[in-house]
């Protein structure tokens, strides 16, 4: 079944008008420049073995914040290696702290270090099993069933 002309022409419209947003909104974001970044960590160690995602926002010059990425800046480490924002620390590593600077790579002189603590607890809790994990959601929604 086709659609009136009408109906049409309204979605062109609408079409239009979303895309010129998008591109004003863009197009406002590169105008902004970076004036500082910070650190925003989701936890306050690394786990060594695994890949961990190093948070960095930049504050741009009209105030608001926007998440940076490896295009964005250089992300350099005193142990590990770097994947993108995600920092591998090999298990063999004996610090107990890494040292990690950010460098915006359209203006160097924007930068920040911070140090981050390795996680000293070992993973000794042993998974549980997927009948453990089901039996434990039946039991919470019997409960839920129950307070209804």
Do not use: C
């Amino acid at each position: 079944m086709q659609k009136p002309s009408g109906m049409r022409k309204i979605l062109a419209v609408l079409g239009f008008i979303l895309a010129a947003n998008a591109v004003f909104a863009q197009k406002n974001v590169a105008l902004q420049k970076v004036d500082s970044i910070y650190f925003h960590l989701y936890t306050d160690s690394l786990k060594k073995g695994f890949y961990n995602y190093i948070n960095v926002d930049g504050k741009l010059s009209n105030g608001t914040w926007t998440p940076l990425d490896s295009t964005q800046i250089f992300l350099i480490s005193d142990a590990g290696f770097f994947k993108g924002n995600d920092l591998f620390i090999d298990s063999s590593y004996k610090e107990e702290t890494v040292r990690v600077k950010a460098v915006l790579k359209s203006n160097p002189s924007v930068h920040k270090e911070v140090i981050i603590h390795i996680r000293k607890r070992g993973f000794t809790e042993p998974l549980k099993t997927n009948d453990e994990i089901l039996n434990e959601m039946r039991q919470k929604s019997a409960k839920s069933k129950k307070k209804s």
